[in-house]
C-alpha cells in the first residue's frame, strides 16, 4: 500500500509551455481544416475580449470549453492533441517522477488544465490520480453568458 503522495503540475512543469494555449490553437487549426468558421469565430472572439480584459480567464476558459468540447472529442482529436503535448515533457520532471515510483509513491497529475485531456495525459503517463478542471455542461452555459 503506497502511503506517500506525490502532486505533479501539468502547465510548466511536467509539459513545457501553456496546454490551454496549445488546445485554443489545435482546436482552432483542425476547425479551420474542416471549415468550422463557427468555432473559429469563438476562439477568436474570447481570445480578443480577454486580451481586452473585458472578460475573465475563468469565463473565456468555460465558454471556449463549452463551444468545443463536441468537436474535440471527435475523430480522435483528443488522442493527436495528447499525443503532440506529450513530446513536450520536461526531461527533469520525467526523472523525478521515476524516481518517485521507484520509491513506491502515489503519484496525482494536478492542474487547472481541463479534465478532458488532462485525464488523457494522466492515464497514458501511468499516474494514479488526475484532478483537474471539469468540463461545463450545458446547465453552465447561461452562467457563461452572464
Not at 481541463?114 to 494514479?128: G, K, L, N, T
Request: proline fraction near 3%; include cysteine.
Amino acid at each position: 500500500m503506497k502511503k506517500q503522495a506525490v502532486a505533479i503540475d501539468l502547465d510548466g512543469t511536467l509539459i513545457m509551455g501553456n496546454t490551454f494555449r496549445d488546445y485554443l490553437s489545435f482546436c482552432g487549426k483542425k476547425a479551420l481544416a474542416c471549415c468550422r468558421f463557427d468555432l473559429c469565430f469563438v476562439i477568436l472572439w474570447m481570445v480578443l475580449l480577454r486580451r481586452l480584459r473585458l472578460v475573465s480567464h475563468a469565463r473565456m476558459k468555460r465558454v471556449l470549453l463549452l463551444e468545443m468540447s463536441v468537436f474535440f472529442s471527435q475523430k480522435g482529436r483528443l488522442g493527436a492533441f495528447v499525443d503532440e503535448e506529450l513530446q513536450k515533457l520536461n526531461p527533469k520532471v520525467l526523472a523525478q517522477i521515476e524516481a518517485f515510483r521507484n520509491q513506491d509513491f502515489a503519484l496525482a497529475l494536478v492542474t487547472a488544465a481541463p479534465v478532458s485531456y488532462a485525464q488523457e495525459i494522466a492515464a497514458r503517463m501511468c499516474f494514479d490520480a488526475c484532478l483537474a478542471t471539469p468540463l461545463p455542461s450545458s446547465t453552465t452555459r447561461n452562467v457563461a453568458r452572464k
